[in-house]
């Protein structure tokens, strides 16, 4: 079969930050849930949704809702119908959650178990404490095994924290609240570091961070005797103008790098600038909380500054410490200023060894490496979102992303986006994303075998020093075009990352249909003997030769034998170039003519290409 041949040029790919669209970012998603009603919030490491009159479990293998327990409406005493929404949900232990449903602002208990075939059971009851008026902004910590402790944070509480003794079904809550602890808004996040359990919030307007030991033994009137408070705030230059951050929007703490990542901004939202900035929980939180003067009470009552040291805990108290720190946590690290105001959210991941942050706006997902080493970060990666996203959250290398009335799971790093374009995959600089060579595709670093061949430069995102002699792969074409052809696609990459294709043309007609069969027998007998053979041949040749004389005796005079001739005259077919101007067509069944010096016609629907005649190419056969 002959191959028609067809260079495009094309220029390499930008250096810009890779922009997925929108369109891509919904359809790669592989798991999609739509709710009939809001969606309030996704814990996916409890493959738990809840909202509005329900609590689902997902089945993230076969990406549907496995169990649903519904909470209908109800007639509210003034003749309304109550608001049924699903609230807070709290892992007790391995098999046991407890859940909260706000009916009209009067929440109740629920519980859910979790049965031998990995779905839950719905029952009500269970703790009651952990039902709040305004649980929209609540954290709670696992169950903490050693003293049967749980941990809450909210804007409900009057002071932001409370621990519950599951054992004795008591509440321990930091001293009365101060002119400071009496404001609080909204409930930022918690986390538990070694013996101190941590919380952020907003305290009037601008954020505060505590401290308390986790072992608290709250004998002084069963309140929390080492909760400590101080503001905390980030200090950023930008633009050549130093300026500070006070409000923590979000925070996330990495046990392994022993650092608290947050998000901040400063009022107005609508035109602040938006950090990520590092503390390192160690030498700017606790040594703070350590070395800090407190504001404090002398003799007459009035006020004062004291040293209190070190807060030990595991140390039986009399009485509380002094909660308010004179200094604040200023965070100096400036990991990254963002280029959208609108972020609001983030979350963290870590893989293979790397530390990647997902920033979530209203439209949008950044997507940033973190870099221990220098404290920086690189923008990797930005998708576009099709509708306005509500939270985000990862777990088990899947991120779960919560629209209004629906939840995406999808994988974290869109490889399938470059598809087999080597260029763009290694210049993404992704560590979750690998180019191998033995199937010409850009491949989850995870799913890489070794066979697979992957290569991956995050230093420089180099095509050239992976392929320092360029690169080719073959695209083969699956429409088959007029019952006739595929069009295959041959890509040749340069060192320097130019892109040439070369199109060629390949048969996909039906093929005959050989059909196979014993072979046929002869009988000998009837077959002819050599001398019948050669005297029929004798005879069909003087027959020939009697039809032509005859002919020539039929056509005396006026030259006729001159004309018959003149019917088989001799062909010179022209010479045919094969260059990059050369033109296609199909040409249908058509009367034989002579040729012209630019082209020729074919009969029989055979497949005719028009040639540049006066180019000076190579011929191909």
Known sequence: MILYLLILITSSLSSQVQRIPADFAKSSAWCKLVFDSPVRRVYPDYNIVTGEKFISQIDTSSCKISVTQTHDSTTCTDGTTCSDQATSVV????????YCFSDNNSPKPFTATLLPNNSYEFSSGGISQICLEDPSKTSYSNLNPDDQLLYMASASFETGLIYYNISSDTLDKPPDPSTRGDEIKEMTGMFVRGDYIYTVYLDRTVSTITRSCKNDLSVYDGHITTFTVADIRCTSTIDGEQIVLDRVLSLEYSEELDKLFILTSRKPLTSSA??????????????????????GFDETGADTEIKQGEIKCGTSRSQAVEPECIRSVDATNVAAVLEYTDIFTFTSHKTLDHHLFYFLCDDSVGVYEYFPQTGKTKNLLDIYLWDEGRSISIHQDLIYLTFDNSVYITEPQWCSFYGRDPVGCIKSMHPSCS??????RCLSTLKCETSDNCVQDLETGSFSSLFPEGYSYKVKGTECLNNKIFIDTDVNIAPNGTISTVKSYRDCSPDPVVTSGPEPSVDSDKLFSTREIGFLAGMAGFAALSVFLLAILACKGNNKVGTICSRFPAVDLPKIKYTADDKQAIVGPTTPT???PGHFSAANGHELVIRNVSANADEVC
């Open 91 to 98: 892992k007790i232990d391995n098999t046991t959650l407890y």
């Open 435 to 440: 180019y191998s060579k033995t199937q010409s």
């Open 594 to 596: 002579t040729p012209s």
């Open 274 to 295: 938006v950090a990520l900035c590092v503390l390192d929980v160690a030498a700017d939180i606790d040594k703070l909380f350590d070395t800090s003067l407190y504001k």
